[in-house]
């Protein structure tokens, strides 16, 4: 069985948060952007773990690790 990252475990309301961000933007621009909002503490792991680059898309985001 594939381990899966907290992606995973986003919720429908996390989904719409993260969806509320201002695209495209680098790991670190959405990581202030969630602090700023003061997001829910499971989103700003998400996005702690996402590797570096440009994000042009919350579904970007949401899909399982592997698939980036």
Known sequence: ???RGPAQYIDTEA???ISGLDFPASREKL???ARAHRMD???IETLENLPE???FHADEILKDPGDR
Do not use: D, K, V, Y
Request: charged fraction near 20%.
């Open 1 to 3: 069985m594939a381990t």
């Open 31 to 33: 990581l202030e952007q």
């Open 53 to 55: 680059g440009t994000f």
């Open 41 to 43: 503490p499971r989103i």
């Open 15 to 17: 989904n719409e948060a």
